[in-house]
């Protein structure tokens, strides 16, 4: 039944049992048609001769919002409905229980009162019990992750910027890892899929991947998200160096210009959200090229095309065997085949670039303008040749609207792969204790907003394909 409740003025119509029956609706105007996907709860009301209907009207754009109304009748009638929307209700199977990860210094540091006024009182409207950690340092959420009990959960909310889901996403992805016996410090390891899911609140400096999701930062959007409970499934990317796992990447991965823009910004946090817009044309004054060695693994070679493997399994590790939709049997990716003794898979290039950039949420053109596609099957890498400042200039200005032409500059090369291995071989070195090679001035990669640390003269990047899921739906899906 696609149509449970129609309000018409003071009049509320309940389609029970195939049965219309007739309400009093206490504040609401106009006519609105509920699908049984936009009611978020209802409660009993003030006085105890009515209910409380709370539930989801579309806004403006991408806009959702949370509204009410009071509806009376006989205390018969008001049981009836009560017990069909709690029906209802338990049957899309919405997370009960979420651990909400909160970063006070993050954006203009209004995180805390963002889960205050807006984010707590709406969760908790819906019944959502909710266990708030408010974060004292970076990483903490990773350590945390590492040992909670994730049967206690129904899903991660992260309260801040791109960093924060991309510090959440790693504590939970590592989790699931370790819990497995999975060496995640091996680039073609098969990776464990999360089926518990994310959520992202924004309230930092950069916001980039909410924006991917619902078409708008707006907050209370967000945790409507969230309470509906649909979620998709998303792309993770692992950085290797010095065999060993760097990071995790779930929005994007710069190497070279756009990694010493992040790190340029790390300085300048005070700015809060001013930074991204003042420090980087800094940065690209002293802009210089890197001699590189790149080797990738090419999307279209039948060599090393990527591999499903259908194993099914009930639960995961860690993970409840009943906890609903997000229990369900998912498949354990496979990310790419090893490929160490088997070079003439690698596409080889050789030169000087002013950065390697990939998009873990890739951009495809749509209506003239550049969308987000989670789950690609693809990293999405480009490589920024020696060219005119003005020209660089104009391209990243292109690149920041999302318009298509960013990438008809001839300075500029493409390339669809599930991996590639960066080389430096013109970089200055020194030998450790142990005889390995480490960069004797480190280099940076803008790791979901974060500038990660480059030590060793070669590193390496993979997808690995649906490995997160996170709550939400792309905006016009």
Same mark, same amino acid.
């Not at 009993?44 to 009515?50: D, F, Q």
């Not at 949420?361 to 596609?373: A, R, S």
């Given at each position: 039944?696609?149509?449970?409740?129609e309000?018409?003025?003071?009049?509320?119509?309940i389609?029970c049992?195939?049965?219309k029956?007739?309400?009093?609706c206490?504040n609401?105007?106009?006519k609105v048609?509920?699908k049984?996907?936009d009611?978020l709860?209802v409660k009993?009301?003030?006085?105890?001769?009515?209910l409380v209907?709370?539930y989801?009207?579309q806004?403006k754009?991408?806009i959702?919002?949370a509204?009410?109304?009071?509806?009376?009748g006989?205390?018969e009638?008001?049981?009836k409905?009560r017990?069909a929307v709690?029906v209802?209700?338990n049957?899309f199977n919405r997370?009960k229980?979420?651990?909400?990860f909160?970063n006070?210094?993050s954006g203009?540091?209004?995180?805390?009162?963002?889960?205050h006024s807006?984010?707590?009182?709406? %969760?908790?409207? $819906? @019944?959502?019990l909710l #266990?708030?950690? &408010?974060?004292? *340092?970076?990483?903490? +959420?990773?350590?945390?992750l590492?040992v909670?009990d994730?049967k206690?959960?129904d899903?991660?909310?992260?309260?801040g910027?791109?960093?924060?889901f991309?510090e959440?996403?790693?504590?939970?992805l590592?989790?699931?890892q370790k819990?497995?016996?999975?060496?995640?410090?091996d680039?073609d390891?098969?990776?464990?899929t999360?089926?518990l899911?994310i959520?992202i609140?924004?309230?930092?400096s950069g916001?980039?991947l909410v924006?991917h999701?619902?078409g708008t930062?707006?907050?209370?959007?967000?945790?409507?998200?969230?309470i509906l409970?649909?979620h998709?499934l998303?792309?993770?990317?692992?950085?290797?160096?010095?065999?060993?796992l760097s990071?995790?990447?779930?929005l994007?991965l710069g %190497?070279?210009? $756009? @990694?010493?823009?992040? #790190?340029d910004? &790390?300085?300048? *946090?005070?700015?809060g +959200?001013?930074?991204?817009?003042i420090?980087?044309v800094?940065t690209?004054?002293?802009?210089?090229?890197?001699g590189?060695?790149?080797a990738f693994?090419p999307?279209?070679?039948?060599k090393?095309?990527?591999?499903?493997e259908r194993?099914?399994?009930?639960?995961?590790?860690?993970?409840?065997a009943s906890h609903?939709?997000y229990?369900?049997?998912?498949?354990?990716?496979?990310?790419?085949?090893?490929?160490?003794?088997?070079?003439e898979?690698?596409?080889?290039e050789?030169?000087?670039?002013?950065?390697?950039?990939?998009?873990v949420?890739?951009?495809?053109?749509?209506?003239?303008?550049?969308?987000?596609?989670?789950g690609?099957?693809?990293l999405?890498v480009?490589?920024t040749?020696?060219?005119r400042?003005? @020209?660089?200039?104009?391209q990243?200005?292109?690149?920041?609207q999302l318009?298509?032409?960013?990438?008809d500059?001839?300075f500029?090369?493409?390339?669809?792969c599930r991996g590639?291995?960066?080389?430096?071989p013109?970089?200055?070195?020194y030998?450790?204790?142990n005889?390995?090679?480490k960069?004797k001035?480190p280099?940076?990669i803008?790791?979901?907003g974060?500038?990660l640390k480059?030590i060793?003269?070669?590193?390496?990047?993979?997808?690995?394909?649906?490995?997160?899921?996170i709550?939400?739906?792309?905006?016009?899906?």
């Open positions: 039944m696609d149509v449970i409740i309000i018409h003025g003071e009049k509320c119509f389609n049992d195939g049965k029956d007739y309400f009093l206490g609401s105007s106009g048609c509920l049984l996907s009611i709860a009993e009301g003030t006085p105890s001769s009515s209907l709370h989801v009207v806004g754009g991408n959702l919002r509204t009410s109304c009071v509806i009376t006989a205390a009638q008001r049981l409905l017990d709690d209802i209700l049957s997370p229980r979420l651990v909400v909160v006070p210094n203009h540091k209004k995180a805390v009162n963002i889960y807006k984010v707590k009182p709406l %969760f908790e409207q $819906c @019944g959502i #266990k708030a950690i &408010e974060t004292e *340092r970076p990483g903490q +959420p990773i350590e945390l590492e909670y994730l206690l959960m899903g991660l909310v992260a309260i910027g791109d960093g924060m991309s959440c996403m790693n504590g939970l590592l989790r699931l819990d497995a016996g999975v060496d995640y410090t680039p390891a098969s990776l464990v999360s089926t899911p959520g609140i924004p309230a930092g916001n980039m924006q999701l619902h930062v707006d907050v209370e959007t967000a945790v409507i998200k969230i409970g649909n998709l998303a792309n993770a990317a692992s950085i290797h160096q010095g065999r060993a990071s995790y990447a779930g994007v %190497f070279g210009l $756009c @990694g010493d823009m992040m #790190k910004c &790390e300085k300048f *946090r005070w700015l +959200p001013k930074r991204y817009e420090v980087p800094g690209i004054l002293k802009r210089k090229t890197i590189v060695e790149t693994i999307e279209e070679s039948q090393i095309k990527a591999v499903h194993h099914r399994f009930v639960r995961q590790m860690s993970l409840p609903g939709q229990g369900k049997a998912m498949q354990r990716l496979k990310s790419t085949p090893k490929l160490a003794n088997d070079r898979c690698w596409l080889k050789t030169g000087r670039v002013y950065g390697i950039d990939s998009y949420v890739t951009l495809k053109e749509k209506d003239g303008i550049l969308v987000p596609h989670f690609d099957s693809a999405h480009w490589m040749d020696k060219c400042f003005r @020209g660089h200039v104009n990243l200005s292109l690149l920041q318009k298509p032409a960013c990438w500059f001839k500029i090369r493409q390339i669809r590639y291995r960066v080389r430096l013109s970089a200055a070195y030998l450790d204790e005889g390995e090679k960069l001035k280099m940076y803008n790791c979901d974060d500038a480059i060793y003269p070669e590193f390496d990047v993979r997808i690995h394909q649906n490995a997160v899921s709550f939400g739906r792309v905006a016009g899906c």
